[in-house]
């Protein structure tokens, strides 16, 4: 089964999504899981990760009910006030849900690169394991060595490192990310979404072997067993269209075991968020 693991809805609003300036245009609209539907289709997936992209308790009963919706949603990531002393009590609701896998926190724009780090933030992490969950570090090349810092720190949880932590491919950079990734990769629970690649590259303007360096890395450092496929639809088309997105990766693996693939493709994907699949025979 193939899973895209990194994918947003939203019903577009000033207010809310202020950070889609005037370049990004294209996303000043709504995206709804029926426009998911045709690109997954296309391209031959059977279902996606619905992640946060507001920072409310509303976005994950949102994206929750639109999941119980529409089966080919697989699980979402939502949005918990994870620093609040009333945590546990927003999880408790919600993993009554079965397709709650997962929580994110849009660290990249807290000002206080060190906030994974904090009293409150440490005492939120600590509680996701008991319930199962999975949470996704949405941060940049500068945050790695503090994200290393909170893996290490809690061996039983789960963690996914979203967008390869968002090199700057457009300028050819490697490091110090590349040292960055090294050292986190050497954490065995961090697994790494192949994803958000094309909107840290030249939008319009890019080729797929600008990509390649930045694969190589993350492929020497994780294993097959750590790494999974993500759109990041539709933020992606900002830069390309969801096939050319998707197919960076596909064509990277192309030339390896069926094994690998489905790992990449799917299996990971399942196995790290615990999605509830009914396989067909």
Known sequence: MRIDAHQHFWKYNTSEYSWISDQMKVLKRDFLPGDLLTELEGMKFDGSLAVQARQNLEETRWLLEIAEKHDFIKGVVGWVDICSEDIENQIRIFVKDSKFTGVRHVL???????????????????????????????????HLSCAEELVSGFPGQKFVLDHIAKPRIKNRILSPWKEGIKKLARYPNVTCKLSGMVTEARWQDWKKEDFKPYLDVVFDEF??????????WPVCTVSSGYNLTMNIVLDYIQSFNQTDRDMILGKNAIRIYNLQILYKK
């Not at 780090?117 to 005492?123: A, G, I, M, P, Y």
């Not at 294993?223 to 990041?232: E, N």
Request: aromatic share 8%; charged share 30%; proline share 4%.
């Open 223 to 232: 294993d097959t067993s750590r790494l999974m496929i993500g759109s990041d």
């Open 108 to 142: 990249q724009d807290e000002p206080d690169d060190r906030f994974m780090l904090s009293d409150s933030f440490l005492r939120g992490i600590s509680l996701l394991d008991k319930y199962n969950l999975v949470y996704d570090l949405l941060i940049l090349p500068k």
